[in-house]
């Protein structure tokens, strides 16, 4: 099934997250000249088409979640290097479970 074939009615999509967190992301959406819904639908559109998050997961003590926007610049530039690793969806599981389990 294409993306194309995937987009027709319009649907809402219920999303949890910490107060903070909505609002710093609300915040850097806005940066971008763009809403928090239209980053999410770019989201997920990158996942369907790639079959994988298309991005690197990892955690970076150097930066933290109040500063967003030094993260997502060393996340791109990250990116344009060509150092994000393929993983598979069940490799990005394995991790997952991994960092749960350490915890």
Do not use: W
């Amino acid at each position: 099934m294409a993306l194309n074939d995937i987009i027709m009615a319009q649907v809402s999509m219920t999303v949890r997250m910490d107060s903070q967190l909505k609002k710093l992301f609300d915040s850097l959406c806005s940066e971008f000249g763009m809403s928090a819904n239209t980053a999410m639908n770019i989201f997920a559109r990158a996942v369907v088409q790639r079959r994988k998050i298309p991005f690197e997961i990892t955690a970076d003590k150097e930066y933290t979640i109040l500063d967003p926007m030094s993260a997502f610049q060393a996340m791109r530039e990250k990116a344009d290097a060509g150092e994000t690793p393929e993983l598979s969806l069940e490799e990005i599981n394995e991790e997952i479970g991994k960092a749960r389990s350490d915890r």
